[in-house]
């Protein structure tokens, strides 16, 4: 019992029987949805990846302890938590040694899903370069973290409130493949189209599956992105999100929000100028995801 982490008897179970598992990252928990809807979030994420045949596997930091799959009472409590550190890779480590609560995003769960042998990760919106980045340096580590660590992260795109276009040229920079699934624009969180064509494009999980394949058999490491659009009728259209959003950076910077603070509180105040609409909209995209990863994990176990 010398690993680093503890794992939840289901999520143990089914890593030594080779079944699939499905990452889940908890900052979207802690800082990125309000309570209650983010436990409703988390448990019905989970279910959806129960039904799909995999198992889910929610990933944090709980009183020192780098846990890989919550139960229940535990996923209530981080829910319920105000004081939970936002974990990347620089401070992981440092929640362990110092008995610390803390979140995981996507970068601190990529980290610790390599750790335990799981391959795919579903979440909604990965972080990425930041407007005006070129004053502020705010990059998200998730990109460096992509970029170095082998894992299929789901998502629905990286955050409408970064420089798309920055972000996906950092990402190709990087040697990051960025596929559209099934659609050749790449989706920008809340809505199906960002302006920005698809690197790549694959219309089903056993093609995302084959691919991976292809990369470890020419020993290419690193993660790889598959963004998910919205369905058509659930997006919001991206003229009534920009309004949102400028809004949001506005208020951001009048306040002089920085660091690690700036996206949970743009998501907060787009959530309060929606009126709850941006927050509908990523509980849905999150499920979506969730069942595409799982779709994913499931064809990757096949072979
Ligand atoms: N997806 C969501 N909501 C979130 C996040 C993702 O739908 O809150 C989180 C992820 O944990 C991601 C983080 O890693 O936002 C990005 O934070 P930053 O921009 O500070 O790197
Ligand atoms: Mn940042």
Same mark, same amino acid.
């Given at each position: ?6 794992? &939840? ?6 890593? *030594? ?7 889940? +990252? ?8 309000? /309570?209650?809807?983010?436990?409703? !979030?988390?448990?019905?994420? +989970? ?37 939970? !550190? ?10 362990? =040694?110092?008995?610390?609560?803390? &979140? ?5 769960? !990529?980290?610790?899903?390599?750790? =335990? ?17 070129? &004053?502020?340096? #705010? ?44 659609? #050749?624009?790449?989706?920008?969180? /809340?809505?199906?189209?960002? $302006? ?20 470890? =058999?020419?020993?290419?490491? $690193?993660? !790889? ?7 058509? *009728?659930?997006?919001?259209?991206? +003229?009534?999100?920009?309004? /949102? ?29 929606? $009126? ?24 990757? =176990?096949?072979?």
């Amino acid at each position: 019992m010398s690993q680093p982490f503890q794992c &939840s008897p289901a999520v143990q179970a089914a890593l *030594d029987a080779g079944r699939p598992v499905v990452a889940l +990252e908890s900052t979207i928990i802690t800082h990125g949805m309000p /309570w209650p809807q983010n436990i409703e !979030m988390a448990r019905g994420v +989970e279910a959806l990846i129960r039904a799909e045949g995999a198992e889910p596997a929610t990933i944090a930091v709980l009183d020192g302890v780098l846990r890989i799959g919550l139960s229940d009472d535990d996923l209530v409590a981080l829910a319920q938590t105000t004081g939970a !550190m936002k974990l990347s890779r620089a401070d992981l480590a440092f929640a362990m =040694a110092t008995g610390r609560t803390g &979140s995981t995003t996507v970068a601190a769960t !990529m980290i610790a899903a390599a750790l =335990a042998g799981i391959a795919t990760f579903a979440t909604g919106g990965i972080g990425g370069v930041h407007r005006g980045a070129e &004053s502020s340096f #705010d990059v998200s580590a998730d990109l460096d973290e992509l970029a170095r660590t082998t894992v299929i992260v789901v998502c629905a795109g990286a955050k409408a409130i970064l420089d798309l276009h920055k972000t996906f040229e950092v990402l190709e920079t990087k040697g990051v493949p960025v596929i559209g699934y099934a659609t #050749d624009e790449l989706p920008s969180f /809340w809505s199906r189209g960002s $302006g920005i064509a698809a690197p790549l494009r694959l219309d089903s999980p056993q093609e995302i599956a084959a691919f991976q394949r292809a990369r470890e =058999a020419i020993g290419l490491e $690193g993660g !790889m992105l598959v963004t998910n659009p919205l369905a058509p *009728d659930l997006e919001i259209d991206r +003229e009534t999100v920009g309004g /949102w959003i400028e809004a949001a950076l506005a208020d951001a910077d009048a306040a002089d929000v920085r660091g690690k603070a700036v996206t949970p509180f743009l998501l907060k105040r787009i959530f309060e100028l929606s $009126g709850g609409r941006s927050l509908e909209a990523n509980i849905v995209l999150v499920r979506s995801n969730a069942r595409l990863a799982a779709q994913i994990a499931v064809a990757s =176990a096949r072979r």
